[in-house]
């Protein structure tokens, strides 16, 4: 069947034509969106006098039952009709007479944007609560470990103490933008295109308003001509997604390089681990890798349908059914990422001792000592040269910086005192760390204990 057009056609499609342009393989994911847009279309019709109220029963009665055979897998989808839309219309035309009058006003360009719009609002709506999981489970990592400190890493080099809990906010706050960014997206493809026909309307007077408000549509498009050929809908989709995935790679990564011997900081629960064929000790963290790795599939189909709608006239073109694969992959992609991840973060282990140990080190309290300077009036920069005399000095006599003297100090700073002992001295290195953090409680968003209880406050209950 060539859209429907058998009398304009004579013979058939040449098959290998036909298998190239055919799409209800993977079209008939919009099945139902597809009923529902055509439920909302035949009462529309009914509404403005096209469709008698008994055609438009019989039309509703066939659809709900073409509906009843997908669910259930009895629906049988014939590859010679093209494409998911095909498929329905002529079920339904099969079972119920009316059906050939459904197509009225309508086109497979406006149906099939109207379908995408349908399914997208419902991708996204499920996207949400996926993200939400996955910020729960951090969430609650973080309180479970509220008071480990570990070493906050600038260039994956050693900076300064932070708490693990901050560490992990800081994905909470990236998903919240991945939240708000694919919101903002459904926002703006809450739009109507049916109406639109092939390109330029209809010459039926079609109420869309009725159509809309039965689809639950915000608006009504406002240019057919755009309304059949814009997709910057699914590339903003795509683009939050790609953005998502990047954000979970990055995590992925943390927590690969988290759980290596060489940091020891954390431990995937068994189930999300794998172990080597050959080397009978490993335990290797695939579903991080899996994750970090996915990302670049997402990424490139954004790329993908950027690439299809650069350059093409409007207004629709057969180029357009390309949307489709890469929006359904990244969209199953990304979802089972968000899901194995919150499973995942939920079965880690962290070695409180192991992250202590790391952040004991004095020379990541070399800020903070600098800072003490410029308590005592001195200009930053000269504190910030001191200590790093200090340190060079440490790093040459082979100890660190806080074995050396008050001499020292006061050699390495020309006479003036320097409150080494009070930034660096301390019962246990650890007990040392925690007062750095504690000394960062006046500045919001730094990772002092009382600022991250009151992130792990917010979060938890907005979380709720
Ligand atoms: N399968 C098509 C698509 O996904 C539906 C619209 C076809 N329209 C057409 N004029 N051939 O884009």
Known sequence: MRGGGQGRFQGEPDPVAAKFSRSVHFDRRLALHDLE??????????RIGLLTAGEVAAI???????????????????????????????????????????????????????DLRLWLREQVAGDCAAIRNLQKALVHLAEKHREV????????QRAQPVLLAHHLLAYVEMLDRDHGRLADAAQRADVMPLGSGAIAGSTLKLNREVTRK???????????????SDRDFLIEYLAAVALGGVHLSRMAE??????????????????????????????NPDMAELVRGKSG???????????????????????????????????????????????AVASLEVDAGACAYAASAPELLATDLADALVKTGMPFRKAHQVVGA???????????????????????????????????????????????????????????????????????????
């Open 390 to 464: 200090a340190v060079r000095m440490a790093e040459e006599r082979g100890t660190r910086i806080d074995r050396l003297s008050r001499d020292d100090w006061e050699t390495l700073a020309e006479g003036s005192s320097v409150p080494a002992a009070e930034v660096l001295g301390g019962s246990s290195p650890v007990i040392r760390a925690r007062k750095a953090l504690q000394a960062r409680s006046a500045v919001a968003g730094a990772p002092s204990l009382t600022e991250v209880r009151r992130q792990i406050l917010f979060w938890r209950k907005k979380l709720k």
């Open 214 to 228: 039965l689809l639950r549509f915000a608006r009504i498009s406002a240019n057919s001509m755009d309304a059949v």
């Open 37 to 46: 847009g055509s439920r909302a279309h035949a009462v529309m019709l009914g």
């Open 297 to 343: 599939r997402l990424t490139g189909h954004l790329v993908s349908l950027l690439t299809v709608l650069k350059g093409l006239p409007l207004s629709y073109n057969r180029d357009l059914q390309e949307d489709k694969e890469c929006v359904f992959d990244a969209a199953d992609t990304f979802r089972n990422s968000l899901e194995v991840m919150a499973r």
């Open 254 to 283: 943390d927590m690969i390089l988290f759980s290596s011997a060489e940091f020891a900081f954390l431990r995937f629960g068994e189930a999300f681990t794998t172990g080597s064929s050959l080397m009978p000790q490993k335990r």
């Open 60 to 114: 509703r009665r066939g659809l709900d039952r073409i509906e009843k055979e997908i669910r259930g897998g009895k629906f049988r989808w014939k590859d010679s009709l093209e494409d998911v839309h095909m498929n329905i219309e002529a079920a339904l035309t099969q079972r119920v007479p009316a059906g050939a009058k459904l197509h009225t006003g309508r086109s497979r360009n406006d149906q099939v944007a109207t």
């Open 149 to 156: 400190v570990l070493p906050g890493y600038t260039h994956l």
